[in-house]
T-cell receptor, first 115, second 116 residues
Framework: DGGITQSPKYLFRKEGQNVTLSCEQN?????MYWYRQDPGQGLRLIYY???????QKGDIAEGYSVSREKKESFPLTVTSAQKNPTAFYLC??????????????FGPGTRLTVL | DQQVKQNSPSLSVQEGRISILNCDYT??????FLWYKKYPAEGPTFLIS?????DKNEDGRFTVFLNKSAKHLSLHIVPSQPGDSAVYFC???????????????FGSGTQLTVLP
């Protein structure tokens, strides 16, 4: 049963604490991505990774960090430097095909609320 | 500066009729377009895509049309069903200068409600 899992589904943290969101995929995809969704808005890219041990900043990387030590895993840490961390976080993966038809598939998301 | 725009935040359609969701873009470098369906508190589900070398792609009840000169794409759902009620996002991508991963630029979404 292939797919992308994100845990936990809901997460609550106190202001000033770092928190790590999990993302695992068993689709054998090379590329992985983190997006954030705020109410009434589209998804915005935080970080992406094309291969293991490599990752790049997206449009809104400030206050976030990632690692890609394994192909299957791409955890996102929301640090205390992120000014508005409360949001819905979505992880995605794709085969990473060269060319134009690389489709991203999404996990179920994690709702982070910072109190 | 929104590169992908969905100007209708909501759309209501009667069951059995056609739903037409629209999307406009400004970046002429976009060459791959996708539609996703999303329920509240869930991840988006991929529906259908189209490459810029085509002007139409069909998959069952879903058809996507691309008008490159107008920088406009639309998703047609025929016939519409109550289970189609969800937020629909269009997304566009261009190849990055290095590597194969692609950034998706999303519109803000359209809430489709199919009335029984």
């Amino acid at each position: 049963d292939g797919g992308i899992t994100q845990s936990p589904k809901y997460l609550f943290r106190k202001e000033g604490q770092n928190v790590t969101l999990s993302c695992e995929q068993n689709l054998n995809h090379d590329a992985m991505y983190w997006y954030r969704q705020d109410p009434g808005q589209g998804l915005r890219l935080i970080y992406y990774s094309q291969i293991v041990n490599d990752f790049q900043k997206g449009d809104i990387a400030e206050g976030y960090s990632v690692s890609r030590e394994k192909k299957e895993s791409f955890p996102l840490t929301v640090t205390s430097a992120q000014k508005n961390p409360t949001a819905f976080y979505l992880c995605a993966s794709s085969m990473g095909l060269a060319g134009s038809t690389d489709t991203q598939y999404f996990g179920p998301g994690t709702r982070l609320t910072v109190l | 500066d929104q590169q992908v725009k969905q100007n209708s935040p909501s759309l209501s359609v009667q069951e059995g009729r056609i739903s037409i969701l629209n999307c406009d873009y400004t970046n002429s470098m976009f060459d791959y377009f996708l539609w996703y369906k999303k329920y509240p508190a869930e991840g988006p589900t991929f529906l259908i895509s189209i490459s810029s070398i085509k002007d139409k792609n069909e998959d069952g009840r879903f058809t996507v049309f691309l008008n490159k000169s107008a920088k406009h794409l639309s998703l047609h759902i025929v016939p519409s069903q109550p289970g189609d009620s969800a937020v629909y996002f269009c997304a566009a991508s261009e190849a990055w200068a290095s590597g194969s991963a692609r950034q998706l630029t999303f519109g803000s979404g359209t809430q489709l409600t199919v009335l029984p």
